[in-house]
């Protein structure tokens, strides 16, 4: 028996609706009328809004790129060091934050000492927020100072990498809430960067990825990850592999990394996905933008050829 | 002011109540200041909105979130300048007193003359403003940018020149470097990405691109010829590389949408769990 979901319903109304405007649009431009850039502007609110409505998703399947970084996690002996940088602001959230989320989870659950950092001063407040509101209730054994710790925001960009490459209490004397750092445990034997498993920035702007590269993981052979906005990410590429182990690139990166994760552990398999949620509205809309640059194209040589003509 | 800018307007307005109200109701059980919440989610949708009513042409409400973002930003940075860099840095390994004065823990033996260095030079920054001590603000400005370029350089020089030209040196014969023959080749081929098939093909991509690339560039020869078709080749590496990114940047932007349309499907309408 065929059984529809909501989510398959919305699915196929969208494809309907889609296709049908789209055929109307290509018909329109046969004819020599003008289309209003404001209708392509209503095409993609509507494949970004329907597959919100209906929770459309699609499977993802972590690409090598992303699997590394997984790989890497997973195969860490457990209570090992894992230093995790959220250097992005709200309006690069939705795109990196679901990353911050999984890596959070993947690293608590595997038992390492997790490290939660920030250098961008609207990062503080987010890194509160994930691990507070996303991460912390699904693990409520886990202990401050010994499972994880919060050292927050700290100013300096650049600056504050190349002196933590090399002395890590010197800019983080204290944590987020006063504590010297002398006084908790995850920091016993951690002298600088270099004494951590595994580095992880997530971010897309400046100071980022590329400025963990280029002051800490790279001059200290470091192994770093990264996970990045979409913008940035054709930037990382050429330091995969020899100077990154792996790349999130914008939510594709994402979902695919939760997809691993969810599979793989069956108490995670009912979590929220924003990754693989958003992939729903991505994979539409580019179908859509693929729609119209074909119809583009079509309209421009149908032109050519009948200027060629007369 | 036009009447039909003034019917906008005051539907504008009404509309915005009307929601604050039902916003208000809404929350009444989950917030003790539920009306507050509900102006504040309600404007936050209203500023959303009229961001993106630019897609329909320029207009006030844009105009006036746009100047809110820009005055709200430069103020929160300034703010949180202040605190995180002066205070927070420079104040705890200046002085006790200070520090007492900000409640923040003075950090004893890390006092140092030439922290006072960036005071003078703040200082000397903000004689910027002065017509007649501008010309005060070039020299911490100079030292700014030369110790910017001079951490840069380094930093750029291993990571961005020799570790990437170290990079494109890679095995063109087996995945990593252990090339055992044809025989060996042939009875472990693989289609996997993680096969040594795949992977020689993805080496031989980065080997082709790179020396075609670099041929495109090369200005001192004619492209004629062998030269001109691998220069053609470099070409076409460098316009797939740039749709790359454009595809990239395209998701990041939907991406973004995304995060705003589901704010106003969740929290503002709530129509979505």
Redesign the interface.
């Known amino acids: 028996m065929l059984l529809l979901t909501f989510s398959d319903i919305g699915l196929i109304v969208t494809l309907v609706i889609i296709a049908a405007g789209l055929g109307l649009i290509l018909k329109l431009a046969l004819k020599g009328k003008e289309i209003d850039r ?1 209708i392509i ?1 209503i095409f ?2 509507f494949s ?2 329907s597959p ?2 209906f ?1 459309i998703k699609f499977s993802e399947k972590a ?2 790129v992303v699997k590394s970084i997984y790989d890497k996690i997973d195969n860490l002996p457990e209570g090992s060091k894992i230093l995790i940088s959220f250097d992005f602001d709200p ?1 690069m ?3 990196v934050q679901p990353m911050a989320i999984v890596l959070g989870r993947h690293a608590l659950i595997k038992g390492h000492e997790v490290v939660f950092m920030s250098l961008w ?2 990062g503080q407040s987010l890194l509160t927020e994930i691990i507070n509101e996303y991460i912390l209730p699904d693990f409520p054994e886990k202990q401050e100072f010994i499972d994880y710790v919060t050292l927050g ?4 960009n ?1 600056g504050v990498l ?1 002196v933590i490459a090399t002395d890590f209490k010197k800019m983080f ?2 944590d987020n809430n ?1 504590r010297p750092l002398d006084s908790i445990p995850i920091f016993d034997g951690v002298k600088s960067c270099s004494d951590f498993d595994l580095v992880i920035s997530i971010g897309g702007g400046k100071p980022g990825p590329k400025e963990w ?3 800490v993981t ?2 200290s052979n470091i192994p770093m990850a990264v996970g990045v ?3 940035i ?2 930037q990382m590429y ?2 995969y592999p ?2 990154v182990l792996g790349i999130m ?4 990166g994402a979902a695919e990394y939760e997809s691993e994760f969810i599979g793989n552990y069956e108490r995670f398999k009912d979590m929220k996905t924003p990754g693989l949620l ?1 992939m729903g ?2 994979t539409l ?2 179908t859509v ?1 693929m729609a119209f640059i074909i119809i583009g194209n079509i309209i421009y040589f149908r032109k050519r050829k009948k200027e060629a003509k007369s | 002011m036009r009447k039909s800018s003034l019917m906008v307007l005051a539907t504008v307005a009404t509309l915005f109540i009307v929601s604050w109200i039902f916003k208000g109701i809404a929350l009444e059980d989950i917030y003790e200041s539920n009306y507050l919440q509900g102006f504040l989610l309600t404007f936050s949708a209203f500023l959303t909105l009229s961001i993106m009513s630019f897609l329909y042409k320029d207009n006030p409400f844009y105009k006036f979130s746009e100047h809110l973002f820009v005055g709200v930003s430069a103020a929160y940075a300034m703010v949180v300048g202040f605190w995180t860099t002066i205070v927070g840095n420079l104040v705890p390994r200046l002085s006790e007193s200070l520090s007492n004065f900000f409640q923040i823990p003075y950090q004893e033996g890390t006092y140092n003359f030439f922290y006072y260095l960036p005071v003078i030079f703040g200082l000397m920054l903000l004689m910027r403003l002065s017509k007649k001590h501008g010309w005060m603000s070039r020299i911490p400005l100079a030292f700014i940018i030369g110790t910017t370029a001079g951490l840069n350089f380094i930093g750029y020089l291993r990571s961005d020149f020799t570790n990437q030209i170290a990079a494109t040196f890679i095995p063109l014969l087996g995945a990593a470097g252990e090339w055992k023959g044809i025989g060996d080749f042939f009875s472990n081929l693989s289609l996997s990405a993680g096969g040594q098939l795949v992977m020689m093909l993805s080496n031989w991509v980065i080997f082709l691109g790179v020396f075609c690339g670099l041929i495109y560039f090369f200005f001192s020869r004619e492209h004629t010829g062998l030269f001109g078709k691998a220069s053609r080749v470099g070409i076409w590496i460098l316009m797939i590389t740039f749709g790359a990114s454009f595809g990239y940047t395209v998701m990041g932007r939907i991406s973004l949408l995304v995060g705003r349309i589901t704010f106003l499907f969740k929290d503002w309408l709530g129509i979505i769990s």
């Not at chain 1, 690139?249 to 594709?252: A, E, I, R, W």
Request: hydrophobic share 50%; net charge positive; no cysteine.
């Open positions: 404001r502007f993609i609110f970004v809004a919100i409505i929770q690409t090598a309006a959230a939705p795109e001063t609207t925001f700290k100013a300096g650049e190349k004397p204290v006063g590269i280029l002051f790279d001059p906005a979409a913008v990410a054709p050429p330091y020899a100077q690139g914008g939510v594709k958003t509205p991505q809309a580019h933008i």
